[in-house]
């Protein structure tokens, strides 16, 4: 199985005017394509700094990344957006939906952006809504649903653009626990029936049981992988 991301020493330090804070002290990792891969630990241990480094939202201070076998620093800002946009998806704690357009126009958007005609793309958010079980709310404005159908609408959004693989920044934080079962339940179809790859931050580890590898941060650092 072929690796879709390989990680080589990374660090990530920010400087403030009187601080220096080490977030990341030395990241080696590798992700083989069609994993669901859970990232844990407590906060401030570095998840979400890693996962945004991993996906090229932010750059680390040292170290390499490769994606899909591209060294990532080896690209300037434009490129590495036009790679986020065609190759990666991203789902976060708080699903950032536009609150005035459809939930069919929130997830066809990312592909009109990228150059898909609207009909096509609209074609294609209506698949997925289908393929949620979330067709039957299309027209309806994202503030009209539950918090579990919003982000099921953010899963949808992330995935219009068929990406290589998926990011989600602690997903079901926000969500009551029924919510979050169904949409752990969702990346897990979405891994085992689409072999979608996908990297998750969390701080539950009730979340392992969905999972096929587990990376633990303590500090900055690796702890454990499984």
Do not use: W
Not at 9 to 18: A, H, S, V
Not at 157 to 168: K, S, V
């Amino acid at each position: 199985m072929n690796s879709i991301i390989e990680a080589f020493n990374i660090t990530k330090t920010y400087f403030l005017r009187n601080e220096t804070i080490n977030v990341l002290k030395g990241i080696d990792l590798e992700i083989k394509k069609g994993h669901f891969v859970v990232i844990l630990g407590p906060s401030g241990s570095g998840k979400s700094t890693l996962l945004n480094v991993l996906g090229s939202i932010d750059r680390p201070t040292s170290g390499k990344i490769i994606f899909d076998s591209k060294d990532l620093s080896l690209y300037k800002d434009t490129k590495l957006s036009e790679i986020r946009n065609k190759k990666i998806g991203f789902i976060f704690q708080f699903h950032h939906l536009l609150a005035e357009f459809s939930c069919i126009e929130n997830i066809a958007l990312p592909a009109m952006v990228n150059g898909t005609a609207a009909t096509y793309a609209l074609e294609k958010a209506l698949s997925l809504m289908e393929k949620f079980d979330m067709a039957d709310k299309k027209n309806r404005l994202p503030g009209e649903l539950s918090g579990g159908e919003r982000q099921r609408v953010a899963v949808a959004r992330a995935l219009i653009n068929e990406p290589g693989i998926l990011f989600a920044d602690e997903p079901t934080a926000s969500l009551d626990s029924e919510s979050s079962i169904t949409v752990l339940k969702l990346f897990k179809k979405l891994n085992k029936e689409l072999k979608q790859t996908i990297i998750m931050v969390t701080h539950e580890p009730d979340d392992e049981v969905y999972v096929d590898r587990v990376i633990r941060l303590s500090n900055g650092l690796i702890d454990i992988q499984m």
